[in-house]
């Protein structure tokens, strides 16, 4: 039962354009959204989240959006960088005493010069 | 550097090998989460310590993985007898521990295990 899903598994974007990342997720009691970047043989970089009470949340180059009627968030980076090329993953959480994370899968961007 | 910090990063072992892993978390963090990441998948809650008491254990951890967090700073996470499948990416990541407040986790570079 995959609650949070990453239908793209790679995307590649060039230099100075944006790129534009997909996650759905099923559960409707998750109420914070995050995205990791992860780089090979690294652990996982927190870049950005976002409350089930907001729509849009911007921090310099990375945005992320929630649709909760859709249970689908993105993250919009631009202008995109060679540096910005790694995996991305989308987590969830529910709230409540735990606030375990639950992942995707991932998507690897590609970002040419 | 005050990040989450993670030892050893690599381990070889071979199967029926006891492996133990440390994890010590950022200072003022009341909560350490344990993850296992597999190649092609994300991160898989394992377990998790609320201050030195474990408060939640994936049906991922079967009977031979014990985890601990002593004083409630760092952790331990032991796989005993250690097969095949359990090789991947052990992920610690800790967070402030506010109750009732959304929280975001911060992780460790990771100890990757490798079971021959």
């Known amino acids: 039962d995959q609650q949070v899903k990453q239908n793209s598994p790679s995307l590649s974007v060039q230099e100075g354009r944006i790129s534009i990342l997909n996650c759905d997720y099923t559960n409707s009691m998750f109420d914070y959204f995050l995205w990791y970047k992860k780089y090979p043989a690294e652990g996982p970089t927190f870049l950005i989240s976002i409350s089930s009470i907001k729509d849009k949340n911007e921090d310099g180059r990375f945005t992320v959006f929630l649709n909760k009627s859709a249970k689908h968030l993105s993250l919009h980076i631009v202008p995109s960088q060679p540096g910005d090329s790694a995996v991305y993953f989308c987590a969830a959480s529910g709230g409540g005493a735990t606030n375990k994370l639950i992942f995707g899968t991932g998507t690897l961007l590609a970002v040419q010069p | 550097d005050t990040g989450v910090s993670q030892d050893p990063r690599h381990k070889i072992t071979k199967r029926g090998q006891n492996v133990t892993f440390r994890c010590d978390p950022i200072?003022?963090?009341?909560?350490l989460y344990w993850y296992r990441q597999t190649l092609g998948q994300g991160p898989e809650f394992l377990t998790y310590?609320?201050?030195?008491?474990?408060?939640?254990k994936s049906r991922l951890l079967s009977d031979r993985f014990s985890a601990e967090r002593p004083k409630g700073s760092f952790s331990t996470l032991e796989i005993q007898r250690t097969e095949q499948g359990d090789s991947a990416m052990y992920l610690c990541a800790s967070s402030l521990g506010l109750v009732n407040l959304q929280e975001t986790q911060y992780f460790g570079p990771g100890t990757r295990l490798l079971v021959l």
């Open positions: 310590f609320q201050n030195e008491a474990q408060l939640e």
């Open positions: 200072s003022e963090h009341n909560r």
